[in-house]
Nanobody, 123 residues
Framework: VQLQASGGGLVQAGGSLRLSCAGSGRTFSRDVMGWFRQAPGKEREFVAAVSRSAINTYYADSVKGRFTISRDNVKNTVYLQMNNVNPEDTAVYYC?????????????????WGQGTLVTVSS
């Protein structure tokens, strides 16, 4: 399976950005999809996840109320809408796919990873 993340860039604090992750090579709707991020000098951390049917969503406390994850199983794409961003959101954002039924917040639960897209928030 291949995951291609896009949509990163430079945005001012308080602004918005939408990330996309297009999947190919397997049935997209079979996988739980997640977003993780890695800031400079820090470990990669969970940001958000969405269930296979899109009924359930999960968020890290740091982004709850500001970010929204969604998916379109027809387009094989998962999105991360980022609103009211702040400099602490600066990171490389990775999308990931999980074929199992493991914890959505743990990196090791995910089988497939995209290449990452850089988001830089200026103050």
């Amino acid at each position: 399976v291949q995951l291609q993340a896009s949509g990163g860039g430079l945005v001012q604090a308080g602004g918005s950005l939408r990330l996309s992750c297009a999947g190919s090579g397997r049935t997209f709707s079979r996988d739980v999809m997640g977003w993780f991020r890695q800031a400079p000098g820090k470990e990669r951390e969970f940001v958000a996840a969405v269930s296979r049917s899109a009924i359930n969503t999960y968020y890290a406390d740091s982004v709850k109320g500001r970010f929204t994850i969604s998916r379109d199983n027809v387009k094989n794409t998962v999105y991360l809408q980022m609103n009211n961003v702040n400099p602490e959101d600066t990171a490389v954002y990775y999308c990931a796919a999980q074929s199992g039924i493991y914890s959505v917040i743990k990196e090791e639960s995910y089988n497939y990873w995209g290449q990452g897209t850089l988001v830089t928030v200026s103050s």
